[in-house]
């Protein structure tokens, strides 16, 4: 006959003490930012140009995670373009400026898998495009065109555009975080400028992006 013991001596981990196992995770994360940034800014001051990444983030939240970054010292940007003009009782409002993608923002570090697994720590971040593991690589020379582009207004909503593409046509993405890759439309603009609704085959399998539609080539 076997007895079955009903009782049992210890206390389960990670609930003794007052730390909730949350913080205590944030507080690891917080570190591996704090030493990452660090590592970063080293390798800048001795001439080293370490890759851009891009984070997949709550949509609305790009600023809010950039600001996080900065003041963590982990170099991060945005990239902004003016917003669609609003038109009221015969009056144009000016467009607010938003994110040229929205739901990302980039981030430059050293390529070590627990640097940017930290970077999962902080709010509104999902995930870092490509995994941690096998994240992809952006170059700074193409940050700064995709950035200066922006800049520019090249990505504004208003900015006319000579270009037409329907559901279901192949396109090419020219700058950004999926720079050269290619893409299938899937809601198109009729007005010639503002923004469509692309699938991004990535990692076998499809990614939909809004971008605008300046950012766009036909194949």
Same mark, same amino acid.
């Given at each position: 006959m076997?007895?079955?013991?009903?009782?049992?001596? $210890?206390?389960? /981990?990670?609930? +003794?003490?007052?730390?909730?196992?949350?913080?205590?995770?944030?507080?690891?994360?917080?570190? &591996?930012l704090d030493e990452g940034a660090l590592v970063t800014t080293n390798w800048r001051i001795n001439g080293g140009r370490a890759p851009w990444f891009a984070l997949r983030v709550w949509t609305g939240r790009e600023k809010a995670v950039e600001n996080s970054l900065t003041a963590m010292g982990v170099q991060s940007l945005v990239p902004m373009r003016k917003g669609p003009?609003?038109?009221?009782? $015969?009056?144009? /409002?000016?467009? +607010?400026?938003?994110?040229?993608?929205?739901?990302?923002?980039?981030?430059?570090?050293v390529? &070590?898998?627990?640097?940017?697994?930290?970077l999962l720590g902080v709010e509104h971040v999902i995930d870092v495009l490509g995994g941690c593991e096998r994240p992809m690589r952006l170059s700074d020379k193409e940050i700064s065109r995709f950035n200066a582009l922006a800049r520019n207004g090249d990505y504004?909503?208003?900015?006319?555009?000579?270009?037409?593409?329907?559901?279901?046509?192949?396109?090419? /993405?020219?700058?950004?975080?999926?720079?050269?890759?290619k893409a299938v439309v899937v809601t198109p603009s009729k007005k010639g400028r503002g923004d469509v609704v692309v699938s991004i085959?990535?990692?076998?399998?499809?990614?939909?992006?809004?971008?605008?539609?300046?950012?766009?080539?036909k194949l």
């Open positions: 076997i007895m079955q013991r009903r009782t049992f001596t $210890g206390s389960p /981990i990670a609930l +003794q003490g007052p730390d909730r196992f949350a913080d205590r995770m944030r507080r690891i994360s917080d570190g &591996l003009d609003l038109r009221r009782r $015969g009056r144009v /409002i000016e467009g +607010q400026m938003m994110p040229v993608i929205h739901g990302y923002v980039l981030v430059q570090m390529a &070590l898998a627990e640097y940017l697994a930290g504004d909503w208003e900015r006319p555009v000579a270009l037409v593409v329907r559901a279901g046509d192949p396109v090419w /993405i020219t700058a950004g975080p999926f720079c050269d890759r085959d990535f990692m076998g399998g499809q990614v939909p992006v809004t971008v605008p539609l300046a950012l766009l080539k």
